[in-house]
């Protein structure tokens, strides 16, 4: 199956104090296909949000290309660009951030269809089957994002960025900012939606944890750099780069002598 989403060689570059470059990517290549949630993990700083940034159109390229569907988009502006809205979305880590609080729920629903031309008829009936969707209840439509939960946003913030039925969606550390029970439920809501849609992910995260939940294959961002890549099982439970070892040692478990050991071996991967 060929790739909706190729990532090939890409060079991003940030400029700090004046003329000082800072090289954020450094010849990163990753594929995503149809149907398929690929995991890009790391810690802060490992330049994995940059690259959801470099396909959204929100951070210059310096080299290489990004190919969607076929066609290349690396440098898409304006008018091209704004083509891709229907294509392509993302989900942001602060659900509330992301949405206009001087909006009814409805209204930030229904936005995106009407600019695309959907009558406001048509469209009301598209956002009240989007939030039975997302499993909010149909007066929704009428309250304001601040009456809800965070939990509650970020199904509102779901609802937004498949409303246009896009083919793929950049879900940019999604559930970082919620409670462990919430980030279930989100990421649950996650699998079905892309069990009924066939929309594809690239899923941001800095927890091996929540990849392990989603994704069908994983990648592990490093400085700026992809050093492991590989189905999501493997990576997870059976890494072969340092780097990645330690990622996974990172992650608390229950018990208290396994998690001294697995401390300890974190550790000793650090020295």
């Not at 229904?110 to 009301?124: K, M």
């Not at 246009?164 to 649950?188: F, G, H, K, Y």
């Not at 699998?191 to 929309?199: A, H, M, P, S, W």
């Not at 780097?243 to 998690?259: G, I, K, N």
Request: proline share 4%; hydrophobic share 40%; aromatic share 4%.
């Amino acid at each position: 199956m060929s790739a909706l989403l190729e990532v090939e060689n890409l060079v991003v570059d940030y400029r700090l104090r004046g003329r000082t470059r800072f090289r954020a990517l450094k010849g990163v290549s990753i594929t995503v296909k149809p149907g398929e949630c690929v995991g890009l993990v790391g810690e802060s700083g490992s330049g994995k949000s940059t690259l959801g940034k470099a396909v959204l159109g929100l951070a210059a390229v310096a080299s290489g290309r990004i190919t969607f569907d076929g066609k290349e988009i690396t440098h898409a502006r304006g008018r091209a660009r704004r083509g891709l809205a229907s294509d392509i979305q993302v989900v942001f880590q602060d659900p509330y951030g992301s949405l206009d609080p001087t909006m009814t729920v409805g209204e930030v629903l229904a936005e995106p269809l009407v600019v695309a031309g959907t009558s406001r008829v048509q469209a009301r009936a598209v956002v009240t089957g989007m939030l039975d969707r997302v499993c909010l209840p149909a007066d929704a439509v009428h309250r304001y994002p601040s009456e809800f939960s965070g939990g509650q946003r970020q199904r509102i913030a779901i609802a937004r960025a498949l409303v246009r039925r896009p083919r793929l969606v950049v879900c940019d550390e999604p559930v970082s900012a919620l409670d462990l029970t919430t980030q279930a439920t989100i990421l649950d809501l996650f699998v079905d939606l892309q069990r009924e849609t066939g929309v594809s992910y690239l899923f941001v995260s800095h927890d091996l944890g929540v990849v392990r939940r989603v994704c069908h294959r994983v990648s592990v961002m490093y400085q700026g750099e992809i050093v492991e890549t590989g189905l999501t099982r493997q990576v997870t439970q059976d890494p072969v780069h340092p780097y990645t070892r330690r990622l996974r040692l990172a992650s608390p478990v229950a018990d208290p002598e396994r998690q001294a050991e697995r401390r300890a071996t974190w550790l000793g991967l650090r020295d």
